[in-house]
């Protein structure tokens, strides 16, 4: 009986480890002050690649992924969200939360629940591989 109350508590204990993550909503000036003028290593949970990402203090971004480049203009909403309006008109809008000192970027899905999309990996003041725009 106390080999089972120990298997149950030792149980009890991984469970609540696994989920006492500490989250943090980022703030508009937290959003703007980690995206503005910093290139942005990020690895996409979903696809399964990477990407890096220059985010002009002018409101523009330019990024590369699997050979692939895509461009448009960036903005931090005042509820904290980071709106990403790509060159074929599309605007995507996302939330930032720290945890435990990781930064995730998150999708709100229509139930109001957070798909995680992007966790980020290193950020770099400046531009360091001149990145260049195309219009």
């Known amino acids: 009986m106390r080999r089972i109350s120990i298997i149950i508590t030792t149980a009890l204990l991984m469970i609540t480890g696994m989920n006492s993550a500490h989250a943090e909503q980022l703030d508009a000036a937290a959003v703007k002050a980690l995206y503005n003028d910093q290139t942005i290593n990020a690895f996409n ?3 399964d690649i990477e990407s890096t990402t220059y985010y002009n203090p002018n409101g523009k971004f330019y990024g ?10 960036w903005e931090v909403k005042d509820d904290g969200n980071i709106c990403l309006t790509f060159a074929n008109g599309k605007t995507r809008c996302r939330l930032m939360q720290k945890v435990d000192g990781t930064y995730y970027k998150y999708k ?28």
């Open 108 to 135: 709100v899905k229509g139930n109001g629940k957070l798909k995680r999309l992007l966790e980020y990996k290193s950020f770099t003041k400046g531009n360091p591989n001149n990145f260049k725009w195309s219009d």
């Open 64 to 73: 590369t992924r699997d050979d692939s480049i895509f461009q448009g203009e």
């Open 45 to 47: 949970l979903v696809k």
